[in-house]
């Protein structure tokens, strides 16, 4: 079976780190992105990184405070995220990887999420 779990997710204070943790079984996934979601907010692409580490992208919103990194050996990838803002208050989750016409969007695999709230 395949699945994707994260975790790391709470409370942190805004200038404050959390870091998150993606950790897949059942199968290898050559990329694996971050999305978040806010209540009433469109769905957003945070981060993603290739296989071997070598090939990461970031949201405008996300570059020079987050960083994805990943263990093959534990098959787990992961979200730095520094300097956190109130508005990185979401809910997020890790997915497999679709690019289509030079955006990222979820593909078939998905984990339920992990929440982030940041207070002022």
């Known amino acids: 079976q395949v699945q994707l779990v994260e975790s790391g997710g709470g409370l942190a204070q805004a200038g404050g780190s959390l870091r998150l943790s993606c950790a897949a079984s059942?199968?290898?996934?050559?990329?694996i992105g971050w999305f978040r979601q806010a209540p009433g907010i469109d769905r957003e692409f945070v981060a993603t990184?290739?296989?071997?580490?070598?090939?990461?992208d970031y949201a405008d919103s996300a570059k020079g405070r987050f960083t994805i990194s990943r263990d093959n050996a534990k098959n787990t990838v992961y979200l730095q995220m520094n300097s956190l803002k109130p508005e990185d208050t979401a809910l997020y989750y890790c997915?497999?990887?679709?690019?289509?016409?030079?955006?990222?969007?979820?593909?078939?695999?998905r984990g339920p999420g992990t929440q982030v709230t940041v207070s002022s």
């Open positions: 990184i290739n296989w071997s580490g070598s090939v990461t």
């Open positions: 059942g199968r290898t996934f050559l990329e």
């Open positions: 997915a497999s990887l679709r690019v289509r016409s030079g955006t990222y969007y979820p593909g078939d695999y």
